[in-house]
């Protein structure tokens, strides 16, 4: 596993020129809270006095729907900020079960759901691709791959 450190420039090399992005490394500082509620709302206020007009999203996984009632502070996480879902593996199955007893809540996840082509490679297949020195190119930017590569992650 590459460290925090190596996985954030790999994030800032792969956004360069996409105006649009930006990566903070709010989780990585020595205080930073492991909750997804509590980082957005640092980053909100963080950026609340900005000349920039943020919007926040949470963009997750299909796969992370189903542990969602279970994040700290759930609720007011989908009221103060936009979810999105990326609908990865297919029909997302058993979902209406988790939110029965909350309409609001079920009526905001079904307007959220953003079908997505799925990329047939896992994150454990690309780092083996990596180590055997097999084309990654069509699965990440070659600026990328040749950080990879200069500081020997991923077994290359």
């Not at 460290?3 to 930006?22: D, F, N, T, V, Y």
């Not at 990326?86 to 079920?106: C, H, S, T, Y």
Request: with cysteine; proline share 5%; aromatic share 8%.
């Amino acid at each position: 596993m590459a460290s925090a450190e190596h996985r954030l420039q790999m994030l800032q090399i792969a956004i360069k020129g996409l105006p649009h992005c930006s990566i903070t490394n709010i989780e990585l500082q020595p205080h930073a809270s492991p909750f997804t509620y509590d980082t957005l709302c640092q980053l909100r206020t963080q950026y609340e006095n900005s000349d920039k007009d943020v919007q926040w999203h949470l963009v997750i996984g299909d796969d992370l729907l189903y542990t969602l009632p279970k994040w700290h502070c759930a609720e007011q996480l989908l009221e103060e900020f936009g979810l999105y879902i990326g609908q990865r593996g297919g029909k997302i199955q058993d979902w209406e079960a988790l939110f029965k007893d909350n309409p609001k809540v079920l009526t905001q996840i079904c307007s959220s759901i953003l079908p997505m082509r799925q990329l047939e490679i896992s994150a454990t297949e690309l780092r083996s691709r990596l180590a055997q020195q097999l084309y990654c190119d069509h699965l990440m930017p070659p600026q990328v791959i040749n950080y990879i590569q200069t500081h020997h992650l991923y077994g290359t």
